[in-house]
């Protein structure tokens, strides 16, 4: 995969990147407020992908309320993430990890270098930065939103 090995009990890597509307957006944003969801995903507009992001969007009161936010991150670029931001009706944050190409994904460990993408790593970060939980999949293997419901359940 990549330079990072994560382990739970690890302060995440701080980042900040454009959202699907150009704003930046980072990590410590949320630091002493809200759990938070990070989720990478190989590319937008494809079959799997574009699944999870639904379930979220169709959950999404589970993922993004007063307590938690999710932040989906990709190395689409910004105009790409609006686009399909909007053909999906998905209002949380789609990060774009355009350029510098997977810095951030590399930092989680999640970077596919050989092929110039992530792979689906998602991890639960508390509100001190900590991580709490993380699953990291093959580029082919789905998530299921349950087990991040459990995983933030388990903060509270």
Not at 42 to 67: H, K, Q, V, Y
Not at 100 to 122: C, I, M, W
Not at 130 to 135: A, K, M, S
Not at 146 to 154: C, E, G, H, M, T
Request: glycine residues 8%.
């Amino acid at each position: 995969m990549s330079d990072a090995v994560l382990k739970v009990g690890d302060l995440a890597p701080d980042f900040a990147l454009a959202n699907q509307y150009g704003e930046q957006v980072g990590l410590s944003d949320f630091r002493g407020r809200k759990n938070v969801v990070v989720m990478f995903y190989p590319f937008a507009f494809t079959g799997i992908c574009t699944s999870e992001l639904c379930t979220l969007r169709d959950r999404m009161l589970e993922f993004d309320n007063d307590d938690t936010v999710t932040l989906s991150i990709s190395c689409d670029s910004v105009p790409s993430l609006k686009v399909f931001a909007m053909q999906e009706g998905l209002t949380h944050h789609l990060l774009s990890d355009f350029w510098p190409h997977g810095e951030v994904s590399r930092a989680y460990g999640v970077f596919l270098a050989d092929k110039g993408f992530s792979t689906r790593g998602s991890f639960v970060i508390d509100k001190e930065g900590v991580i709490r939980w993380l699953v990291v999949n093959g580029p082919g293997e789905g998530r299921d939103a349950d087990d991040y419901v459990a995983a933030l359940a388990a903060l509270a």
